[in-house]
């Protein structure tokens, strides 16, 4: 075969360009992925410190703030199981993998709040809760490739009145 037939043959070109393009194809599907699975981690981060929120809006003053000034650690361990799990039971799944209770942090201010309204009948001694993710680390799917470190950290915040519905 002379060069100048090797150089206008066109029999595997599809195959040397489709080995060109793989690479490309491959990072930007498993990229895709990526981003899609840190969305739906940060998601549900925020879901769950929401849904903490609501149950301890919920609850009576009386069980969030027996007394003014101090807090009930019964209640701030299901606020935190609830925000976690979605559930009140302990060994229930997180709703992201690998997230602990002592990665969420719950805030009660008792007394602190409004002296109208219906907290006029709890003598203005409203409370307030927030809720938020502490050191959640991102659960990657491909932290085997080493491209996602532990470094990446899902941030999630919410807070809200104690209303004792």
Request: proline share 4%; hydrophobic share 45%; glycine share 12%.
């Amino acid at each position: 075969m002379s060069l100048r037939t090797f150089l206008v043959h066109e029999t595997g070109a599809a195959a040397v360009e489709m080995a060109l393009v793989t690479p490309m194809l491959l990072a930007l599907m498993f990229g895709g992925l990526e981003i899609g699975h840190y969305f739906w981690s940060e998601h549900k981060a925020i879901e769950g410190v929401r849904a903490g929120v609501r149950y301890a809006g919920r609850l009576p003053m009386s069980t969030v703030c027996p007394t003014v000034g101090s807090v009930d650690s019964t209640t701030v361990a299901n606020i935190k199981n609830v925000a976690r799990t979605g559930k009140l039971a302990t060994d229930a799944a997180p709703l992201v993998p690998g997230w602990t209770n002592a990665q969420v942090d719950v805030t009660i201010r008792c007394g602190t709040y409004l002296s109208t309204g219906i907290y006029t009948s709890l003598g203005g001694q409203g409370a307030t809760v927030t809720v938020a993710s502490n050191g959640l680390t991102y659960p990657s799917l491909f932290k085997a490739l080493g491209v996602i470190t532990s470094s990446y950290r899902l941030n999630a915040w919410s807070s809200g009145a104690v209303i004792g519905i």
